[in-house]
């Protein structure tokens, strides 16, 4: 039995809570919605925190962006149009989220892709992550911004100098991958500070994308993961942000150079400090 529309309501304020206290939308920002049936979408309101709703607050407008219900004081929020946009391009889609997740955001502003084929959780729940260009916020723009990018597999989008945008089939598992985008985009960082980052290699890809189309997820990249395709459309922005580290020399007990290390092990990393030297040395060959 589908849940009644109050129930729904609560819901939203509930997952409303669980964006705001784990700072995915600070102030006003973000909104979220439920597909009821198939002309009707819950969304919440403009200029509420999403931590203070209360399902009064909560309005309701048609597949055309008109609204059918909405108290007094309360008004859809002007970005429900992507919501609306992913429905209809999307049949299968019952909850959108629209947040502003720092982590997450964090790429999306520095124009960095986020880098695939390195951490299970984010391949299975998230599959590649596509960045949709810059547009308007609240424009019919910021909609058509991300057409090109809603296809079977995606569940997330970020948006570019923006955030994000999650979906699924109820609202439970379109937060859920909201929480697993901004975690992952936090792990990527993290291991940025540590200097390195492991690369899953094509078999463990392919075995891994192997297990997500068990569990019932639609993956293409299956296709071409054991060929080596993961990765190499998209990862070369953020690895190329694993800098060279100046050589440290190693010394032995009586003061011998045995070797210089420092640079990063990850292959990128002796690519940009290959890089380096090269620039350096053509520097010096042109100021002869
Ligand atoms: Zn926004």
Redesign the pocket.
């Known amino acids: 039995m589908a849940p009644s529309i109050y129930k729904v309501k609560q819901d939203m304020c509930d997952i409303g809570k669980r964006i705001w206290q784990r700072g995915y939308c600070a102030g006003n ?2 909104n979220h919605s439920v597909r009821v049936d198939k002309n009707r979408v819950l969304c919440t309101p403009t200029g509420i925190s999403k931590g203070f709703l209360r399902p009064e607050m909560i309005c309701m407008v048609d597949m055309e962006n008109k609204v059918l219900e909405a108290n007094k004081g309360y008004k859809p929020s002007s ?1 429900v149009k992507i919501h609306l946009q992913i429905y209809k391009t999307r049949d299968d889609i019952g909850a959108v989220v ?1 947040s ?1 997740p720092p982590h997450a955001t964090a790429f999306a502003v520095a124009g960095i892709p986020l880098p695939e084929g390195i951490h299970p959780e984010a391949e299975v729940f998230l599959g590649r992550v596509p960045t949709a260009q810059y547009a308007t ?1 609240s424009k019919q723009d910021l909609a058509d911004s991300l057409i090109p990018h809603i296809k079977a597999e995606t569940s997330a989008i970020l948006m570019a100098n ?2 994000s945008v999650t979906f699924d089939k109820d609202l439970t598992g379109a937060y859920y991958r909201l929480e697993i985008l901004d975690a992952y985009s936090r792990i990527l960082l993290l291991a940025k500070q540590l200097g390195k980052v492991n690369m899953l290699d094509s078999k463990q890809m392919y075995d891994l994308l192997e297990v997500k189309q068990q569990f019932g997820f639609n993956d293409p990249r299956l296709s071409c993961a054991a060929d080596g395709c993961i990765g190499s459309t998209q990862n070369q922005p953020f690895l190329t942000m694993f800098d060279a580290r100046p050589a440290s020399a190693v010394c032995d007990a009586n003061g011998t150079v045995q070797s210089h290390g420092g640079a990063s092990t990850s292959t990128v990393s002796d690519e940009s400090f290959e890089q380096m030297v090269q620039t350096i040395t053509d520097q010096i060959m042109a100021s002869r």
């Open positions: 920002e973000g970005e629209h502003h916020p923006h955030g």
